[in-house]
């Protein structure tokens, strides 16, 4: 079965300091995708990155940056120079796909983070 | 083109009552998957509908049913719902295939309330 584990329910930070989201995940099969959706307080999840599982390379897009490392499951998140809008609850998934075809999406229960002015 | 569009945006039901979300999916995607988010939990899977039929389901009972249109555009039903079904449900829409990875873009969901 898969899982995600964020260890952290809440951080909060003040403006302009770094920050990084913590991620772990199980999972038995060798091809699997990992994601980070942004879901601020209007509820609509924002897609922010995708890996998968052959790509072991660290993504940098602006202020974010995503760290894959296969041999310890993990997939952390950091934001430099945190803002005010970066206010959120932040959630890694996991997707597989399964024999009967389809693409069941696993995601950890969340780090809310609040960045403080 | 449109993204996905959930209705209606708030509802509150009372213990026992049946309730129908609807989902419009995005322009071109044919696969629907509905999710259940309580408060201060992650998003768990409900089921996924392809091309009109079911095709995953997660552990969830009977009583959550779908359905999917020629349009590809998707119903979710709860029948004799109860307290903890109260929750921020969403909708993802795709592009599927038999197989691999089809990016998913959420509605902004509905948020049910239960009395």
């Known amino acids: 079965a898969q899982k995600v584990t964020q260890a952290q329910t809440e951080i909060s930070v003040v403006e302009k300091e770094d920050v990084t989201l913590d991620c772990v995940y199980e999972?038995?099969?060798?091809?699997?995708?990992l994601f980070w959706y942004k879901q601020p307080p209007s509820g609509e999840l924002v897609f922010l990155i995708r890996?998968?599982?052959?790509?072991?390379q660290n993504e940098i897009s602006g202020r974010y940056s995503w760290n894959f490392q296969k041999s310890t499951s993990s997939f952390n998140f950091t934001i430099t120079a945190s803002q005010v809008v970066d206010s959120a609850v932040y959630f890694c998934?996991?997707?597989?796909?399964?024999?009967?075809?389809?693409?069941?999406?696993?995601f950890g229960t969340g780090t809310k983070l609040q960045v403080i002015p | 083109e449109t993204g996905v569009t959930q209705s209606p945006t708030h509802l509150i039901k009372t213990r026992g009552q049946q309730v129908t979300l609807r989902c419009s999916s995005q322009?071109?995607?044919?696969?629907v998957s509905w999710y259940q988010q309580a408060l201060g939990q992650g998003p768990q899977f409900i089921f996924q509908?392809?091309?009109?039929?079911?095709?995953g389901r997660g552990n969830f009972p009977p009583r959550f049913s779908g359905l999917q249109f020629p349009n590809y555009s998707s119903e979710l039903n709860v029948n004799a719902l109860e307290l903890d079904d109260s929750a921020l449900y969403l909708c993802?829409?795709?592009?599927?295939?038999?197989?691999?990875?089809?990016?998913?873009?959420f509605g902004p969901g509905t948020r049910l309330t239960v009395l």
């Open positions: 890996r998968n599982s052959f790509d072991e």
């Open positions: 993802a829409s795709s592009f599927g295939t038999s197989g691999g990875y089809n990016e998913q873009f």
């Open positions: 999972t038995r099969d060798t091809t699997y995708y």
């Open positions: 509908y392809y091309r009109e039929e079911e095709n």
């Open positions: 322009s071109g995607h044919n696969t």
């Open positions: 998934a996991l997707s597989e796909v399964n024999s009967g075809g389809y693409q069941k999406v696993t």
